[in-house]
């Protein structure tokens, strides 16, 4: 069936070198999505250690306190902060806030809803993913 | 398996002139005896005004009448010859050889549609989801039966959907979105951008049925606004913006 549509599959939806700053937000939301979601499940995993007594959370709460737990955590604070950036923007777009205004088409046909409002707030999540990120290494590799 | 081969200056379309050439590769496939495709190579000479359609059709007439391709208009208006160019979806009659900056073109057919064979795919679904939106004015009268001669229309009202009207069913859209690269079920970019356009008309009544077609498990919402398909568009419908405005009006953001 694949085959037979000559779709993509993964790898092309995946592929993000083609089509603009938009497509790598697309990936970096989904990638972030799971990571989350990841995160989510390990954590509700990691808190229920607590019925293990006091003995069992701080054992594991001591694999956040090493360089690898730290690394895992910065991490999560980026794609926390890229991913609630972008989906704010998302959420805007998918409600058709800020995708531009139906005009008669020219040449060379810029598309009005790849505009640089979204495209703002794509590198702004970038970036303040970045600084959150440097942040949390400051304070957890700090002194 | 690659056959380089170069035109023969006298038999070459292209006038003698041209002192560059290119090299165009072409994929070969037929599905019913053929495993995988095959790339063929030509050297191509080329101006700076000449297109990409042009190379394929100077290859069929001097070297290899066996490659498919389907074309008509040669100018962006009939939608026959989407392919995909270096990697990307494009009309190969409205894409130069020299906007590609590249030494090698490379032709393939588009993602996400059955081939035919070598560079023409199937049309069916795309006409197939097209006419599943109605693409048509819906209303209770009709133009032959109401006093007026015709459904008047102001400029500004022309203006709201003139664009997506522009829709020439070439598929481009289809082909690089993401979300079509693995659901065949997904209604797909050029059929959403449709459905925008009659729903933005004023003088349609269809807005309700047109939303509740729309609003199922493979329509609109598979679409995560990754704006491919209106990076790919030749005529500027923007499919993007008119999907996202269609989901305005399913989510309450619009009225
Ligand atoms: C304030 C916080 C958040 C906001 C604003 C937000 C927003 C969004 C939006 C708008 C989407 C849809 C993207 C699209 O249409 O492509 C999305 C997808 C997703 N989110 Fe979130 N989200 C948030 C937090 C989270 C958390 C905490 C998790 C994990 C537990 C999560 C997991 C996911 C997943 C798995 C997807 C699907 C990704 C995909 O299919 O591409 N999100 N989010
Ligand atoms: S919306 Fe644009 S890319 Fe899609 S089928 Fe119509 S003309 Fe082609
Ligand atoms: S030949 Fe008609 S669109 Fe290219």
Redo the contacts between chains.
């Keep these: 069936m694949t085959q037979d549509e000559n779709k993509e599959g993964i790898k092309g939806m995946a592929n993000p070198g083609r089509y603009g700053i938009e497509r790598i937000a697309y990936l970096l939301m989904r990638l972030t999505g799971l990571g989350l979601l990841g995160y989510f499940i390990a954590h509700v995993y990691e808190t229920s250690n607590i019925l293990r007594g006091r003995m069992g959370w701080d054992e594991f709460l001591a694999l956040t306190q090493t360089t690898e737990g730290h690394i895992f955590l910065v991490l999560v604070i980026g794609m926390c902060v890229f991913h609630t950036g972008n989906g704010i923007r998302i959420m805007l777009g998918h409600g058709g806030v800020g995708v531009g205004k139906p005009a008669r088409p020219d040449y060379p046909y810029d598309p009005a809803s790849q505009n640089y409002r979204h495209k703002i707030g794509i590198y702004s999540s970038i970036v303040l993913a970045a600084v959150a990120m440097m942040y949390g290494m400051a304070v957890m590799f700090g002194e | 398996m690659a056959q380089v081969s170069s035109i023969a200056e006298e038999q070459a379309t292209t006038p003698l002139s041209a002192s560059k050439s290119v090299l165009l590769r072409i994929s070969r496939f037929n599905?019913e005896t053929d495993e995988s495709n095959k790339f063929m190579e030509f050297s191509v000479p080329y101006q700076k005004w000449t297109t990409v359609l042009e190379a394929i059709l100077d290859v069929k007439k001097h070297f290899d009448h066996s490659v498919a391709v389907r074309y008509s208009c040669r100018q962006a208006t009939c939608g026959s010859c989407g392919m995909l160019i270096n990697?990307?979806p494009r009309l190969a009659c409205f894409t130069k050889i020299s906007e590609l900056n590249s030494n090698v073109v490379t032709v393939e057919?588009?993602?996400?549609?059955?081939?035919i064979r070598d560079l023409a795919?199937k049309f069916e679904r795309l006409f197939d989801t097209h006419q599943k939106i109605k693409p048509y004015l819906i209303r209770d009268d009709t133009e032959l039966e109401s006093d007026e001669k015709e459904f008047l229309q102001s400029p500004e009202e022309l203006?709201?959907?003139?664009?997506?009207a522009?829709c020439i069913k070439c598929g481009l859209c289809n082909s690089?979105c993401?979300?079509?690269?693995?659901d065949?079920s997904f209604v797909g970019p050029q059929a959403l951008a449709q459905a925008y356009r009659y729903v933005?008309d004023s003088r349609d009544k269809g807005k309700d049925s047109r939303l509740d077609i729309i609003d199922e498990s493979h329509g609109i919402w598979r679409c995560?606004?990754?704006?491919?398909c209106?990076?790919?568009?030749?005529?500027?419908?923007?499919p993007?913006?008119?999907i996202?405005?269609l989901?305005?009006y399913l989510?309450g953001?619009?009225s």
């Design positions: 599905p990697g990307k057919p588009m993602n996400n549609f059955p081939v795919v203006e709201n959907f003139i664009q997506f522009n690089a993401p979300t079509m690269t693995t065949s933005a995560h606004f990754a704006g491919s209106s990076q790919v568009c030749p005529k500027g419908v923007d993007a913006m008119g996202q405005f989901r305005g989510l953001f619009r």
